[in-house]
Every structure is written in C-alpha cells, then in structure tokens.
C-alpha cells in the first residue's frame, strides 16, 4: 500500500531521481568529529534573485543510520552565531565556509531543522550575486571545535541535484525523500522472488496499521508544512523498520 502523496509525485520527481542516482564522488567528505567520523553530502540548493540556500546531510559515518547521536553539542534549531566565524570554536552550531562558483560567501545562516538517527539535516542561506547565479558548482566545508573535512578538492556539480527543495518547506522536502524511500523499500519487498505469502500479508498489514496511525498523529496538522514536520520522523523510522526487517528476511546484508 503506497503512502498518500507518492503516486502524485512520482512524474515529476522522475528526473530528479535519475540525477539522484549519477555518481559523484565528491558527495561524501570524510571528516572528523568529537564524537566520531561525519560525512557531508549537499541534498539540494535553491537560487531566487540575490538568495541562495542548500540542505545538508551530515552523517556520523560510525553509526547505524537508525542509531540516535548521543552527547552531541551542536543544538537544533537556528543558529545565533555568525557562520563565517572561526570553524576552530567549540559552540552550539556548526560551522561553515562556503564558496559559490569561485565567490567567498561572508554571511551564512544555518538551521539545524531535523535530526534523524545518524544525520543532522541543515538548512543554510546565504546572499549571492548574479554572477554566482550562472556557476555550476559549491565548495563547503563544515565542522566545529577544530574538527572538520579538510578536502579542498570537493566540489558539489549542481547540474546533479534534484531542483526541487523550497527553503520555506524544509520539512516537505525531506520527509518526500523519506517518503519516496518507504515506497520503493516496500515495493521492492514485496516483489522479492521467493517471499513467503505470510511475510507479504504481515508485511501489507503492518503498513496499513502504520499509515492509520501516522494519519491519525498528523491528520490534524494545520499546513502542508507541520504535517510534514509531523510524519517525516515517524516516516524515518518506518524505513529503518523494513531496512531491518528485510536483513531478519535475508533481502538485505544490512541497512543501506
């Protein structure tokens, strides 16, 4: 049973999958952290006259993506601080430096707006110029208390990211990534060769109970966005709930 909102979208977000999906190298920058190690992947980025923005996936590679980031500093929300200042610092934000097609970006506004097991998911903003609005690519690089990726060779190719994300709707954007990711995980489930007829029936079954309770928790919401504010962690953890049941299935090696 597909969850409300996917068949709709699956035309329009045909294209962004498909470059979802090329190769890139870059996307994944080791870095350091007090905790452990963490990825930096750039989801997508949105330009409208002087204004840009980005969302960012930052992932503690030493954890399962369905384990909970324990002890960390940095706090979600907006950030207070400038973050352009010393990445060294040791505070409530990460820090970042930002170059937009060969231009130093000086002022940056991030928002830690969801963390979900392993990742931290972060919205920044920053002014540009119409001379970066013709560029094809970013630099960032993030950290805090002195621990940070230091691969000055990463680059992002914005032609890869999907065009999609609204920096208004950071909730809708990603809990349609999550969304999408249920979708496919189920259907691929249930099209395994060899699965056994009750496996499919108590899989069928235990996604009708959770879409009743999920629209039951979100039902009420007053706007597309707290609705998606409300249903993206329950939808994440519905993912890692069939990740882990098609590793207990033998479909799967582990949760990726």
Partial sequence: MLTPGFLQRAARRAA???ALAL??????????????????DLLD???????????????????????????????????????????????????F????????????????????GNTDYVLLRWRTSGEANDGHFVYIKTGYNGLYNGNADSLYDLSRLPGVMNPDAPYQFLHER?????????RKTLDAPGLAPDR???????????????????????DPE????????????????IKRMRIDWGLARDLS
């Fill in 16 to 18: 962004a999958t498909l």
């Fill in 23 to 40: 190769p890139l190298a870059t996307a994944f920058m080791p870095c350091a952290r007090a905790e452990g190690l963490f990825n930096l």
């Fill in 45 to 95: 980025m949105w330009r409208q006259g002087d204004e840009a923005a980005a969302m960012l996936a930052i992932m503690e590679v030493d954890l399962n993506e369905s384990d909970t980031i324990e002890g960390s500093s940095i706090k979600l929300g907006q950030c207070p601080l400038p973050n352009t200042e010393d990445i060294n610092r040791d505070g409530p934000c990460y820090a």
């Fill in 97 to 116: 430096t930002l170059t937009d097609s060969h231009l130093q970006v000086s002022d940056i506004q991030s928002n830690v707006v969801a963390r979900l």
């Fill in 178 to 186: 999550y969304d999408d990711q249920l979708n496919l995980l189920y």
């Fill in 200 to 222: 499919v029936r108590g899989l069928r079954d235990s996604q009708r109970k959770w879409l009743k309770g999920a629209n039951a928790l979100c039902g009420a919401a007053a």
């Fill in 226 to 241: 707290s609705h998606a504010g409300c249903l993206l962690p329950l939808t994440a953890k519905r993912v890692w709930e």
